[in-house]
């Protein structure tokens, strides 16, 4: 500025660049970083050492408790209380008793689970995590196998392995077989009605029939597995099925109310948002208090649900109207002019939505389904109000045997909840992350 | 893709109708499926309490072990499914389970208002506080002003609110969806008081950091006979359920145990010839063989065998029997006459 | 379901003339009369079921419970309430207000930590900006019910017990029955300050109007802001002194078991408070982070193109832009902190579940009626909160000319 006013004052104009100067070193090196990010002014300064006396104050008792303090074995809570407790610490000893969760790490992965039967839960646990890797992981091949190893092989095959099969589904063939004559019947008349080819339909009916029949063949099917009651289900095995279950519950679920609410059918679009916007405004608490008290007075008189099945009913429920609502964000993020091409390619709307809308929206909401399951896994521990021992409440109830019972007992194992929802959440958060990065790329609008 | 979710969810309908079918006749129900399924507390040492491995045992788990014998002959054709107290009701309504037996109280209005019917009382226990013995207080009629932790959901809770109202003393309630929060609040020193059946008391103790340093104050407060409780409307199952605990009851006064059973059915007797079924025809009434009790008493002994196994005084509870004793003894435990 | 069957039979190939029910409009009414029958007869079967359900068990039901009396202690309370005479009705509105006494106090705190947080996951300082992150990655990583515990139990075990409790003096008690605070006695005349307080709002609101209006048509400003404070805090005072200062303090005493007198704030209602709203600001803070992110640079160069300082580019520009981002999410975060206010339930909180949907449901056993006036309670105060969150984002939004 200056150099401009003086050229107009006194005729001179510099010809050539001055030579390039040093960067002042104040800006580099550590101790600029330092200056720069640190203490750059006044105020910062004071934020800064606020800061650091928070971590003083918070950290090293955190961590002395977690590792310092801490004890590792032992064999009852002698090793976990202090002398004035009858134990062998020194008083004033505060540390986690580590002890003490690797006593009851079995129990607090399985439950109660019967341990010759725990192999069953490990196949269990290696086909779906197996499978669900080969699933999130983009560069892994047979994805489409993989999505049908997953949405039936694995559901039949987990739900035997951990209930031990033989279910009793006789008096189900008899309705099933009704209902397929009717079926076949409805989509003939349809067909007929509309001027179409029945064949295609009532091929796809008779194979969805068949495929039940076969399917209740194999559940009735005794494998000769040991049958294991629900009540014996616990820790991460419930926290891990509520989950799951809830999750893949409500994603058909709720890819129907999402497609219901933007339909331009009155009715449909009424239910839907009736539906979606009760679960959503009332708590998961009250829902799952709904489920295991009021839900079994709805029932026609001689059916009633095993506990954890009316748990499961309720989550997913509630949370297919969030899925819905993560489902619509991605319908709606789609340009119209997809839906209108697809029009003018003259599909109808099944197959605009099979082939067109559906696999894109799907694909952009990916991050939003697994923040849902986020939200779930932690939405989970709740179940433990109804008196269903997920994780966190096998870790509460184990607070109620005597051989560990101290003082820290109960901090330990709520600190070590702590530490594994994080993992699992944080680790999940990260996926998504990543995922919405990876995505981002094609649908720059 | 359309296919498979409609598959899923069928598959997923399918399940919901493999619950137990439960009708007018509960014991037809029973045998058809081969066990009783009995609802029981989540945890209570001495009452119904599940060991490491999953082994329920307790008062109110033998009598249910009993009524399997009575039935199969078996005390381990059993089931048992942990209830809440909020809960334990609507199972019961619903058919989920087939017997409740989990330190459930008798009054009036559960008999009468609920469609249930009590089949007896397997524990005469009352309301009773718990302190800490730092706080030198020797009568419950000095805890005005204290703050006492308890359940929702149980006749306790309107118990002391009776009991402080009559003494006109003022106090604070802070009532817990769990038992096992009870514990922990009052552990963590949140509350004076913990109140609960006394029984109830002594098997929480034993969770506390340091049991020695609590004590139970003498006052009981109220009637709580526990007992086991059935659906109204099934005569036959509540007959059952009535008659497995008073053969316990009048076999410990006839001097029957586990393990003399035998001899005694050979005896000359003739009320334990009665009870154990080698005269008479009384198993056939309520639909079980005759000698119904012989096995009720082989799986799970008499009553005083039970008592003393899971809450007496060599147990870590050390309750006394007390108004549990037999009539002959000065108690309240009288079994009407098989005959 | 019923959605992909119905397309599995229509997905018919194209035929050449168009029959009955390939007219879409009929095929939809079709469709849309099925679905009606299926929810309306799965509804009446459910409510079929019921009554017949409840009248084998021979349950008690209809509303009557409301008005007989309730005869349980509830913990806390924000109106008169007597386990002597008050009813199951009453025990309702004893749990909604202590429901929406956290809820409320929850939200101010969490917008409160949750705009420092995400304000301070921007700073430019290193560590301030790192310490926000591992607050937002660690608190909405563990689930609410977990923090619940670690908080009310944590809050125990710290706090002492009442006879070696903090003694504040005239600022109150605190110990682990709670915090003991002095309770304001209106003397004669109180009710006074309420309305010159109202006063005083309706005074600085019109202001703020008629300096807003007077800058727009003459570009000079008035320094409402502080006036409006200024008539907000003089005016009650004014009166407050003219009356003759009618105020005293009923300062809590040490009692035998624990303090008595003043007001009491229960360690339940502390825990639920501490965790409900450093949970939601985590949330918060990351809505607000992406809100001002959202904002382009050029506003802020452009702000200072104009001369604005600092300040009043974040005032005047920045905020109200990213408001308009920010307000959506920040509703739903608000319903769910409210909703989120039911685990109360777990750590004896005398909420609305707590009480209501807890130990009135187990007195009584009417499992239907409570259960349901809980859900719909709960699903009222989601709609108003909503319709007054989207009148307010109305106001805000962006109108596009």
Redesign the interface.
């Known amino acids: 500025m200056a150099e401009i006013h003086s050229a107009a004052d006194i005729a001179y104009v510099r010809r050539e660049m001055l030579p390039e100067q040093e960067a002042p070193g104040s800006s580099r090196g550590v101790v600029a970083w330092f200056r720069e990010s640190l203490f750059s002014s006044i105020p910062y300064t004071i934020l800064t050492l606020f800061c650091l006396y928070l971590l003083w104050v918070i950290v090293p008792p955190i961590l002395s408790f977690l590792i310092g303090s801490a004890v590792w074995t032992g064999t009852d809570r002698a090793v976990c209380a202090t002398e004035a ?2 134990g062998i610490q020194p008083n004033g000893w505060f540390g986690a008793c580590w002890a003490y969760v690797g006593d009851y790490a079995n ?1 607090f992965i399985y439950g ?1 689970y ?2 010759v039967e725990q192999w069953r839960v490990n196949i269990v646990g290696v086909l779906f995590f197996g499978g669900l890797a080969g699933l999130l992981i983009p560069s892994v091949p047979y994805k489409r196998e993989n999505i ?1 190893f997953l ?2 092989v694995f ?2 095959a987990a ?1 035997i392995l951990l209930t031990g099969g033989d ?3 006789d ?2 063939y008899i309705p ?1 077989a009704v209902l397929a004559v009717l079926a076949l019947v409805v989509t003939y008349a349809f067909a007929k009605l509309s001027d179409s080819d029945p064949l295609p339909g009532l091929k ?1 009916v008779a ?2 029939f068949i ?2 029949f076969v ?2 063949f194999i ?1 009735g099917f005794d494998f000769g597995l040991m049958h294991v ?1 629900t ?2 289900w616990g820790g991460l095995l419930v926290t891990l099925v509520i989950a799951v279950t809830g999750i ?2 409500s994603l ?2 709720g ?1 129907a109310l999402a497609l219901g609410r933007r339909s331009a059918l009155p009715i449909v679009r009424f239910f839907s948002i009736v539906f979606i916007e009760f679960w959503r405004g009332v708590p998961l608490i009250t829902v799952l ?1 709904m489920s ?2 009021m839900l ?2 709805f ?1 026609p ?7 954890l ?1 009316r748990a499961l009913i309720g989550v997913a429920l509630f949370s297919s109207a969030y899925m819905a609502e993560v489902v619509r964000g991605g319908l709606q993020a789609l340009p119209k002019g997809q839906y209108e091409g697809a029009m003018a390619l003259g599909l109808n709307w ?1 197959q605009m939505m ?1 082939m067109i809308i ?1 696999p894109q929206a799907l694909k952009l909401v990916i991050p939003g389904i697994v923040n849902t399951f986020i939200g779930l896994f932690k939405d989970t521990t709740l179940v ?4 269903l021992f997920d994780f966190l409440g096998q870790i ?2 184990s ?2 045997d ?1 051989t560990w ?3 820290v007992q ?1 901090m330990t194992g709520y600190a070590f909840a702590a530490i594994m929802y994080w993992v699992f959440c944080f680790s999940m958060s990260r996926y998504s992350m990543f995922m919405e990065r990876k995505l981002d790329t094609g649908h720059k609008r | ?12 309908a ?10 007018a006749a509960t014991l037809d129900d029973v045998k058809a499926k081969g066990f009783v399924q009995c609802g029981v507390s ?2 209570l040492p001495g009452f119904s309490n ?1 060991d ?3 082994n329920w045992s307790g008062l109110d788990v033998d009598l249910c072990r009993g009524i399997a014998a009575a039935i199969f002959g078996d005390g381990d054709a059993v ?9 334990r ?3 019961l ?4 389970i087939d017997v409740l037996s989990r330190n459930t109280t008798w009054t009036m209005s559960r008999d ?5 019917n009590f089949a007896g009382v397997n524990y005469y226990d009352g309301q009773g506080f718990m302190i800490r013995t730092s706080m030198e207080i020797n009568s419950a009629l000095e ?5 006492i932790c308890t359940n ?3 006749t306790t ?2 118990n ?3 009991y402080f ?1 009559a003494n006109n003393m003022d ?8 038992a ?2 009870v ?3 009052y552990d ?3 509350c ?1 008081v913990y109140t609960t059946d006394a029984s109830g008391l002594y098997a929480q103790r ?6 020695g340093e609590h004590k139970v104050l003498p006052e009981i407060i109220s009637k709580e006979p526990l007992g086991p409780v059935v ?3 099934d005569d036959q199952w509540f007959n059952i359920v009535k008659w497995v605990h008073i053969a316990t009851v009048n076999a410990e006064e006839l001097g029957i145990t586990m393990d003399n059973v035998d001899e005694m059915m050979a005896g000359d007797n003739p009320s334990v010839k009665r009870l154990l079924g080698s005269e008479g025809e009384f198993g056939a009434a309520i639909g079980l063989d005759n000698d119904w009790a012989a096995k009720v008493i082989k799986a799970v002994g008499n009553y005083g065998e039970i008592f003393d196994r899971n809450v007496g005084p060599d147990t ?1 509870l050390g309750i006394a029997r007390g108004v549990n004793a037999l009539w002959t003894k000065g108690g309240l435990m009288y079994g009407p006459p098989i005959r | ?1 019923a959605v ?2 119905a ?2 039979n229509g997905s018919g190939e194209s035929a050449p003339k168009v029959a009955l029910l390939n007219n879409p409009e009929i095929r939809g009414w079709v469709f849309q009369i099925i679905l009606a029958i299926l929810v309306v007869y799965l509804a009446y079967t459910g409510w079929a079921n019921m009554n017949a ?1 409840l009248r ?5 039901s209809g509303w009557g419970f409301l008005g007989t009396n309730a ?5 806390q309370s924000l109106i008169e309430y007597s ?2 005479s008050s009813t199951y009705g009453r025990v309702y509105i004893v749990g909604l207000l202590n429901t929406l006494a956290v809820a409320f106090v929850g939200i101010i705190f969490a917008t409160i930590i949750g705009f420092i947080v995400g304000v301070a996951r921007l700073s430019k300082n290193w560590l301030v900006s790192r310490l926000a992150t591992v607050y937002v990655e660690t608190l909405r990583n563990i689930p609410l019910l977990l923090q619940i515990f670690i908080w009310y ?1 944590g809050v ?2 710290l706090l002492p ?1 009442p006879r070696q409790g903090f003694d504040f003096g005239p600022l109150g008690l605190l110990n ?2 709670g915090y003991f605070a002095p309770k304001p006695v209106w003397g004669e005349g109180g009710i006074f300050i309420v309305y010159a307080f109202i006063a005083a709002c309706v005074i600085a609101w019109g202001v703020g109007r008629w300096a807003h209006k007077r800058q727009m048509a003459t570009g000079q400003i008035f320094p409402s802001f502080l006036f409006g404070l200024g008539v907000i805090v003089l005016l009650p005072l004014a009166t407050f002194l003219a009356l003759g200062a009618p105020l005293t303090w009923d300062i809590p005493e040490m ?4 303090p ?1 007198g003043g007001m009491t704030i ?3 209602y502390i825990a639920m408070l501490v965790a409900l709203s450093t949970y939601t600001a985590s949330f918060i803070a990351e809505i607000v982070r992406a809100g001002i992110l959202a904002v382009n640079r050029g506003q802020t160069e452009a702000a200072s193109a104009l001369g604005l300082r600092n300040g009043p580019t974040l005032r005047l520009v920045i905020i109200p832009q990213a408001l308009r981002i920010i307000i959506p999410p920040l509703t739903s975060q608000y319903l769910n902190l409210t909703k989120n206010s039911s685990l109360a ?4 909180y ?1 909420e609305l579940t ?1 009480v209501f949907a ?2 009135a ?3 009584t ?1 009417q ?1 239907v009626e409570i259960i349901s006036l809980t859900m719909l309670t709960y699903l009222t105060i989601s709609l108003v909160t909503s319709l007054f969150m989207n009148w307010y984002n109305n106001r805000v939004a962006l109108v596009e000319r």
């Open positions: 407790q009858g129990q109660r019967p341990n049908i949405s039936i559901p039949i739900l279910i009793a589904v008096g189900l099933l796809n194979a969805l495929g039940l399917l209740l559940l009651e009540e014996m893949a519950a058909p679920v890819i208090f295991s008290v079994p007075l029932l008189e001689g059916v009633s649900f095993d506990k099945l099944g099979r559906l433990l109000i109804i008196g509460q109830s607070y109620s005597p019972a101290s003082p109960a | 893709m359309k296919k498979l979710m409609l598959t899923s969810a069928l598959g997923a399918a399940l919901v109708v493999t619950g137990a079918a439960a009708s989540q945890g599940p490491a491995d999953g089931k048992f499914t942990p209830l809440s107290a909020k809960e009701f609507t199972a309504q619903s058919g989920e009468t208002q609920l469609g249930l805890l005005s002003g204290a703050s929702t959901g149980t809770e309107l002391v609110a009776d109202r106090y604070e309630l802070v009532a817990f969806e769990k096992d929060e514990v922990a609040a963590a020193g949140r004076d034993l969770k506390l950091t340091d049991p659906r109204q409307g870590p | 379901m992909t069957d397309t599995g359900n084998a068990a021979g349950i008690a005869g349980f202690a509830i913990s386990q002597a139990f125990l075990r017990q682990n029955r009692g035998g078991f624990r008595s229960i360690p339940e339930v777990a750590i004896a005398p707590s807890g130990t449901l187990n007195q056993g499992a």
